[in-house]
């Protein structure tokens, strides 16, 4: 007789009040000279956190992991004659596709609760427990090394694709617990698939993990600053639009193929790809807000508003879902970067308010460590960056200095005071401002890099150029505005694509807005055109173009229409 997932009240356990608790994830040190090792940090732009492992424990009735809601319907068939197995095999693979890799453990190891001798279970930990989208700062946990025994112990009676599996996983890890050669080690797994997607063509789940391991090898690494893909990168895409000719709905293929043709100059190519996810995983809070990646691309602020809000929600929900697997809020930082910027491009001041302040609130409160880390200053200094986008002069002279400690977030600090005095007429201020960015910018702290995105300096640079090319243009010495302002632009063009970015408002619409009072129209208009090939769909570019039509759509929900491409 076959054993049944018992999932009496299982409703009651997604109604529990919305309270809410914060967790931590664990510190990876990167341990490399020049990248700052600032580990899990990554996680609130990188999208893929690390599986807490000290997280692992059973709940009150001895469950890993609850069933939680909306994952959608995606089956891959695996060796079990127990039906909770197969369902909760489903779930963690649906969610290791997802991103949610604590979720996706504990579901593994929930499936191996009710069927320990299910292969497929332990393979599952095993991929859980592997490198994830920001593997810079990776490195093996030695519980893998169980994992492995389980699943080859419980080998011999699986099918021979499961088999298979199993040996491509073992290629992935080594009894090295130093991990000393995970490159290698990351190289011979994506090898393994490519071999097993030869012996089995029909299955586009080894198409899924092939694409998946190729991914973590060059995590956000597939297109060149002009625009053109890496080496690696159309095959990669074309694998995904292969799995969804075949299964348009499958779930790691939308997911995927977002991240690979994000920072394209086509961006609008996985647009389909985004509405689907919502309708596909309703309830996982990544996968929802995985459409605002495409919607900010392609000018669809609003819509970027929306789903971020929705997988804010999501995130309470799980936490409250799961509480044995301390999953905490950290998601939101990344969630509400991300809407913070939409509503920026939106002119939604007071959502990119409402927001911002949330964002460092939550900062403040739960993971004030991490503000060590230059992009979490970055993120707790965006309502500064509200005020500049929308022009709120007066609210931007009242706002207080950050700690002194707070490096970059003092220089994004006196950029927007700079700016605000600048706008209100105090020039002398303005300069001193100035004076003070640039002793902040002196700070060697500034240039290191951490991996695989920018090194802070190259905001800090954009402050300056902004901030001192306006001040230039204020004082008639227009020459030395353009030369500061395309200075800006070529440091915002060197930048690698993140989300949210790491400058949120583009150079060349303070240089197209110059150029148009210098009476430069023909410049102005290259400028703003250039500016929708690197942010399509943006309104402030098209009001600089004067095409009244497409910016009113695109301020539609803006408390007001700006005149200008800046305030």
């Not at 593994?108 to 592997?130: H, I, N, V």
């Not at 939308?254 to 995983?281: F, G, N, W």
């Amino acid at each position: 007789m076959r054993k049944l997932l018992p999932i009496t009240l299982l409703s009651l356990s997604v109604l529990i009040l919305l309270a809410l608790r914060r967790g931590s994830q664990p510190i990876y040190i990167a341990g490399r000279p020049g990248v700052s090792a600032v580990g899990s940090d990554l996680a609130a732009v990188g999208c893929a956190p690390a599986p807490d492992l000290s997280a692992m424990r059973v709940d009150g009735q001895g469950k890993f992991a609850p069933f939680f809601i909306g994952w959608g319907h995606y089956s891959y068939k695996v060796h079990t004659n127990i039906d909770s197995a197969q369902l909760y095999f489903d779930q963690g693979l649906n969610l290791y596709y997802s991103y949610h890799l604590t979720e996706a453990l504990a579901s593994f190891k929930e499936a191996a609760r009710f069927d320990p001798e299910c292969t497929m279970a332990y393979w599952g930990q095993a991929l859980s427990m592997g490198p994830y989208y920001n593997s810079y700062t990776y490195k093996m946990p030695a519980a893998v090394l169980s994992v492995l025994e389980q699943m080859n112990r419980t080998a011999a009676n699986a099918p021979e694709k499961e088999k298979a599996l199993v040996n491509v996983m073992g290629r992935r890890y080594s009894a090295d617990t130093s991990d000393s050669q995970r490159k290698q080690l990351n190289r011979d797994y994506a090898e393994g698939l490519l071999q097993l997607m030869g012996r089995y063509p029909d299955d586009i789940d080894l198409k899924a993990l092939y694409v998946d391991a190729v991914m973590l090898e060059h995590s956000w690494d597939f297109w060149t600053g002009d625009g053109q893909p890496k080496s690696w990168t159309t095959e990669l895409v074309d694998d995904c639009n292969a799995i969804l000719k075949a299964h348009p709905s499958h779930p790691a293929a939308l997911h995927y193929k977002i991240h690979l043709v994000e920072a394209s100059r086509h961006p609008e190519q996985a647009l389909a790809a985004a509405d689907s996810l919502q309708v596909v995983m309703p309830g996982v809070p990544h996968m929802v807000h995985m459409s605002s990646h495409m919607y900010q691309r392609n000018g669809l602020y609003a819509k970027g508003i929306d789903v971020n809000d929705k997988a804010s929600q999501l995130a309470v929900q799980y936490d409250t879902t799961a509480l044995n697997l301390k999953l905490g809020l950290f998601a939101q930082t990344h969630f509400d970067g991300v809407e913070t910027y939409c509503a920026l491009n939106a002119n939604m001041y007071v959502k990119a308010i409402q927001t911002s302040y949330h964002l460092r609130k939550i900062i403040l409160r739960s993971y004030k460590s991490r503000l060590a880390n230059p992009f979490f200053q970055y993120l707790y200094m965006m309502p500064m960056m509200a005020y500049v986008r929308s022009g709120k002069w007066k609210v931007a002279m009242d706002e207080p200095a950050p700690d002194s400690s707070l490096h970059y977030a003092s220089l994004l600090y006196e950029f927007g005071k700079g700016m605000a005095c600048l706008r209100l007429h105090h020039m002398d201020s303005a300069e001193r401002h100035l004076a003070r960015l640039r002793l902040w910018l002196k700070d060697s702290s500034l240039t290191v890099r951490i991996m695989p995105f920018n090194a802070p300096i190259e905001g800090a640079k954009i402050a300056e150029a902004i901030l001192a090319g306006e001040i230039c243009f204020s004082k008639k010495d227009y020459k030395g505005a353009i030369r500061w302002l395309e200075k800006g632009v070529t440091v915002e063009d060197g930048m690698i694509y993140r989300e949210p970015k790491d400058w949120p408002i583009p150079v060349r619409h303070y240089l197209g807005d110059c150029l148009l009072k210098l009476h430069r129209p023909a410049d102005a208009e290259k400028v703003y055109r250039e500016d929708l090939v690197h942010n399509p769909g943006n309104g402030w570019a098209l009001v600089g173009l004067g095409r009244r039509a497409e910016y009113k759509k695109a301020f539609a929900k803006a408390e007001e229409v700006p005149t200008a491409s800046v305030y």
